[in-house]
């Protein structure tokens, strides 16, 4: 790019290249950390800032268009010079850095950062593009922070190119890393990786191999018949198209194989099941067949196709189970030398394991099925397959689909509604892939892990249903932000009580500041003094008048629980001087017995009183206390009544 005759370029180039010699005195090292700053440049950027200045009265295209074109020239020359091996490649991370510096800063395009990293990605190999994404996950958040808008699509478009350069099989954790930095570059909600019109990946076909009729046969009920049988189940085509035909001919294909007489047939018992487990040839087509129904569950709304991809699980979950049981059985012969072995791997390598167990594409050669379906891990993945189709189609019963009804995104809604009997067996079916799925080391982990995803996906499909609603809240106003803090608190603040708080006692005595303190008062008789039970014998009586004129059975109840109050007070005081009369009383409900006694004490004690006071009167004669009682006089008039 020639920059010849553009004294602009030629400035800011040079000013540029003042930046590098600045940058390398700062971070002397060929390191990619740590990153350059603002601060570290001093009043070097002050320079970039007043052209900028300058160039706003003609414009800031020229003046972006420039700059650009004077950090292109130098990227340009050390890309040329340098190799990523090189310590003197730090130049490119110190020349990033200044270009992030100025897109933050608006002192250029913003994207363009991204657009010579995409560059830079373009023109390394893998294990150069792994040192750059190396820069990338150490800058991502500063990269990211100002104008996303700007840079997301240029993002989005290196990250894909450096996808499909990648395979899958051999670069699986370098993808891991690259879709990684993508899921935190974008926020939660960006719709860039939604599949909002529902399409599946239906050119990912599987194609495995012909088996001949001779390695078919099955002798355990399952027979190849050169004449039409009396009553199949379904027919399964056990020959795959070849590369390279279309769907049309791989039906004209299999049509031409049931009119030879080379098709599988499934035989139904007497209550319906399947007759019997069918061996390694038979269920190899049928296995793999599965994997067109996982490309592409829209098929499966055909009732041919559904009662096909029926009979195919059945039988390869019956399949699975033989097979797990089988290695329970012989697990005791190899399990030292597996343990050895694992050992051996974990001390070496402790990725492995991980990596063994992954594959992006299972080979699909008849000569490895036996080992893939002894393997668990692969048992596994097929299963999870079949569980989220499993779930697919329970999404499709009514019930399901009236929780759908008012969404706005009619690509991911389907007409199609999953029979009753279906929906059983979908119901039984995943049922039945769960407890398998529990079984083997670490299967609650493993099934608690997957249904985990299954539980949370469910969430994403509802949102995609709703076309994708902004999940993102506003941000929280300062005012609103106090107004919460000074309410949080208040509430839990001490509160002050009153003085007199509703239903308390008067305590005010305790305060009291007199000549006897408040312990002595304490002490006065008259607050400790026992009632006696005659006292009791009122407030009995009207209890009892209230509880016969009570008008409601709650006044009633109230009216016996106070009577029995009082009735238990005045036992308990009259069993410490009358406890003999207690005989007399039926169940404590009659207690005249005590206050009848009482009244004889009383008249006694009276006419004890008025014996003596005759006996006196006729030693002595009449006194005037005596006199004054008989007539019902006082003594003043009684006492004028004897002088007279």
């Known amino acids: 790019m020639s920059s010849a005759g553009l004294a602009s370029v030629d400035a800011y180039t040079t000013a540029v290249r003042q930046l590098l010699q600045e940058a390398q005195e700062i971070k002397p090292h060929a390191s990619i950390e740590p990153a350059l700053t603002v601060s570290d440049f001093g009043g070097g950027i002050e320079i970039f800032r007043h052209a900028q200045t300058t160039g706003k009265a003609a414009g800031n295209q020229g003046h972006y268009a420039a700059i650009e074109t004077a950090f292109r020239n130098i990227f340009y020359e050390l890309l040329a010079a340098n190799s990523i091996e090189d310590s003197s490649f730090s130049d490119i991370w110190n020349l990033l850095d200044i270009v992030s510096i100025f897109s933050d800063n608006e002192q250029c395009e913003p994207g363009l950062v991204f657009w010579l990293v995409e560059e830079l990605l373009d023109s390394q190999t893998i294990d150069g593009c792994r040192r750059i994404f190396d820069y990338l996950d150490s800058r991502r958040e500063r990269m990211t922070a100002k104008h996303f808008k700007s840079k997301h699509l240029i993002i989005l478009r290196a990250c894909n190119e450096l996808l499909r350069r990648l395979s899958r099989a051999e670069d699986t954790v370098f993808c891991g890393r690259v879709f990684i930095f993508l899921f935190q570059s974008f ?368 006044d009633k109840q109230l009216a016996r629980s106070a009577r029995a109050s009082k009735m238990w007070r005045t036992l308990r005081i009259a069993a410490r001087n009358k406890l003999n009369l207690f005989d007399r009383i039926d169940d404590g409900n009659n207690l005249r017995a005590l206050f009848e006694s009482s009244d004889d004490e009383n008249e006694a004690h009276k006419g004890g009183e008025y014996g003596d006071q005759a006996q006196q009167d006729e030693t002595f004669g009449p006194s005037i206390d005596s006199i004054s009682t008989k007539l019902g006089l006082d003594t003043t008039t009684a006492h004028e009544a004897v002088v007279k």
């Not at 929906?423 to 985990?452: C, N, S």
């Open 187 to 554: 926020p939660l909600g960006d719709r860039s990786s939604v599949n909002l019109r529902g399409e599946y990946h239906v050119d990912n076909v599987t194609v495995y191999d012909e088996i001949s009729s001779q390695n078919a046969q099955n002798v355990n009920d399952m027979e190849v018949d050169t004449e039409a049988p009396t009553k199949p189940v379904v027919q399964n085509v056990e020959h795959a198209a070849p590369t390279g035909l279309d769907a049309s001919q791989a039906q004209q294909v299999g049509d031409n194989t049931v009119k030879e007489g080379k098709s599988v047939t499934f035989f139904e018992k007497p209550d319906g099941g399947q007759d019997t487990i069918p061996d390694m040839d038979t269920l190899y087509p049928i296995f793999w067949a599965l994997q067109e129904s996982f490309s592409n569950p829209t098929i499966l709304f055909e009732s041919s196709k559904l009662e096909t991809f029926k009979i195919g699980l059945s039988s390869t979950l019956g399949k699975f189970k033989q097979v797990h049981q089988d290695l329970e059985s012989r697990g005791t012969l190899r399990s030292s030398d597996e343990s050895k072995r694992s050992l051996k791997r974990k001390r070496w390598s402790p990725d492995d394991d991980m990596a063994s167990s992954f594959n992006p594409k299972y080979l699909t050669s008849r000569d490895l099925f036996d080992l893939e379906i002894s393997d668990l891990a692969f048992r596994r993945h097929v299963l999870v397959q079949a569980l989220i189709l499993v779930d697919f189609l329970l999404s499709l019963t009514p019930k399901s689909k009236s929780k759908l009804e008012n969404m706005s995104n009619k690509s991911v809604l389907y007409r199609y509604i999953l029979e009753e009997e279906d929906a059983k067996w979908a119901t039984h079916m995943r049922t039945e892939i769960a407890t398998y799925l529990q079984q083997g080391p670490e299967g609650k982990f493993y099934y608690r892990m997957v249904d985990t995803v299954l539980s949370r996906d469910k969430n994403w499909v509802h949102w995609k249903a709703e076309n994708c609603p902004p999940i993102e809240r506003a941000s929280l106003s300062a005012e609103d932000f106090v107004n919460a803090r000074n309410g949080a608190q208040k509430a839990c603040a001490n509160k002050r009580l009153r003085a007199m708080p509703l239903g308390s006692l008067d305590l005010s005595f305790l305060s009291d500041r007199h000549d006897v303190d408040g312990l002595e008062k304490l002490k006065i008789p008259e607050r400790f003094w026992v009632p006696t039970a005659e006292s009791f014998r009122g407030p009995i009586a009207e209890d009892e008048f209230d509880i016969e004129m009570a008008k409601t059975e709650e």
